[in-house]
């Protein structure tokens, strides 16, 4: 009993808040508007708040600079230190310029019109909370999205704040066990951090004063990194949710459409045939709400998707040999964003196809619904929805490949390709 009581409790706290006013206020939705703000790229004026968004536009102009400038400093640290770096200490530069460059694109796309107008569209006409009170079976498809949503925010927030944490807070415990903190350092030491920059001198990684702030730049970074990373992401998951949630509810609407009251009866009668009339125009409408925002949704994101999948296939080589090691201090640090990266590859990639696969599912129960017994004029619209529903419902990455579980064995096998090629040059150095 007290358990029962706990999981309710759980529940109601942390996911299920579906009785507020407004999506807006949601808690998964305030904590996703919380993360994406902390990098400018909320748009709050579709909420009625221009003066914070002309702010937070000016805040993630001057993070893309700053962005360029530490991609740049990075990239001539790699330079400037090639000959003496091993191939697993080139990796991590590679792997933080690459998770750099995430950052930075998803910061310009946010600046983006389209974005701002799917975000708007998403959270305050798609949503299925304007229309669960249609009927119960919409309330009960909103109520499960709305926990599902609820379930997965928290663990991204989880997943986010372990990955940063450890891989911000490794290199402070590689310092302290290698005694640089102590009086004594030991000779010649240099202080490892999380984030490495070209600077025209060493004092940021020999002396202590240097390496505090040469910290305190990489902490705010490595935070803002990480939420353009997950971020984004998360905002994506929703959308997608949403979308199901959508086709699931059209998907029993056509099967909701009833047979002849009288068995009898080889057609629907005048008055069946006008009720039958009414369910398929309110399916095709609800269709084209589907196919309008999936289609609004897809170009605002085709090139953040398109570059999701290029900057996972070079990420995904480097982590695979920065754990290859098997050593405790990788394993700390790389071990969660390797977890996070992939899973965040399989969770879109399986949330994409299962979008799709129910997609696809219309098109048999389209075919499937009772057309043999409604009049001509009927016939025409099942026939004219047939149509519609031949197309899947999918996002595109670059506006052309639909992506999947098949993008995502692609990547995957890719990576592994890249890795033992890699981890064959890092035994002949």
């Known amino acids: 009993m007290y358990k029962t009581k706990g999981l309710e409790y759980l529940k109601k706290e942390f996911c299920d808040d579906s009785d507020r006013p407004s999506p807006m206020v949601f808690r998964h939705v305030k904590r996703l508007i919380f993360i994406m703000s902390t990098i400018g790229s909320w748009p709050h004026n579709i909420s009625g708040r221009p003066r914070l968004h002309n702010f937070l536009s000016t805040y993630s102009f001057i993070l893309i600079i700053v962005a360029v400038m530490f991609s740049g400093l990075a990239g001539g640290y790699l330079k400037q230190h090639w000959d003496e770096m091993t191939f697993f200490d080139m990796g991590h530069i590679i792997l ?158 056509l099967l909701s459409i009833p047979l002849p009251k009288k068995e009898s ?67 700390a640090m790389y071990g969660p964003l390797t977890l996070g990266m992939f899973q965040q590859l399989m969770l879109l990639s399986i949330m994409f196809e299962i979008l799709n696969s129910k997609s696809e599912e219309l098109e048999q129960v389209v075919y499937a619904i009772p057309w043999e017994f409604m009049d001509g004029r009927n016939r025409k619209s099942v026939l004219f929805m047939l149509y519609k529903v031949q197309t899947p419902i999918s996002l595109k990455a670059g506006g052309m490949v639909p992506v999947g579980v098949k993008t995502m064995s692609s990547i995957l096998r890719t990576s592994l390709s890249y890795y033992m090629v890699l981890m064959a040059l890092a035994r002949e150095q």
Not at 137 to 157: A, D, N, R, V
Not at 270 to 280: D, F, T
Request: charged share 15%; glycine share 4%; proline share 3%.
């Open 265 to 331: 009866d080889i057609m629907f009668s005048a008055e069946e045939n006008r009720q039958v009339a009414q369910l398929l125009k309110d399916i095709i409408i609800h269709h084209n709400l589907i196919i309008k925002f999936v289609d609004k949704f897809s170009d605002a994101f085709q090139e953040y998707l398109f570059l999701f999948y290029f900057f996972l296939q070079i990420i995904s080589c480097v982590l695979l040999m920065e754990v290859s090691t098997l050593n405790p201090e990788a394993l």
């Open 96 to 253: 933080t310029i690459c998770l750099n460059g995430i950052y930075m694109t998803r910061l310009m796309q946010a600046r983006a019109k389209k974005v701002s107008e799917a975000i708007r569209d998403c959270f305050l006409e798609f949503h299925l909370y304007y229309y669960k009170d249609r009927s119960a079976y919409w309330t009960k498809i909103f109520s499960e999205i709305h926990i599902i949503s609820g379930i997965f925010t928290i663990y991204i927030l989880i997943l986010m704040m372990v990955g940063m944490s450890l891989f911000t807070l490794k290199p402070l415990y590689t310092n302290y066990s290698k005694g640089m903190f102590s009086s004594n350092p030991p000779p010649n030491g240099t202080f490892e951090h999380s984030v490495y920059f070209y600077f025209p001198t060493d004092v940021f990684y020999t002396t202590l004063k240097g390496h505090w702030i040469l910290f305190a730049i990489n902490l705010p970074n490595n935070y803002n990194v990480t939420c353009g990373v997950f971020g984004f992401d998360l905002l994506l998951i929703l959308a997608v949710l949403q979308i199901y949630g959508h086709i699931k509810i059209m998907k029993h609407n």
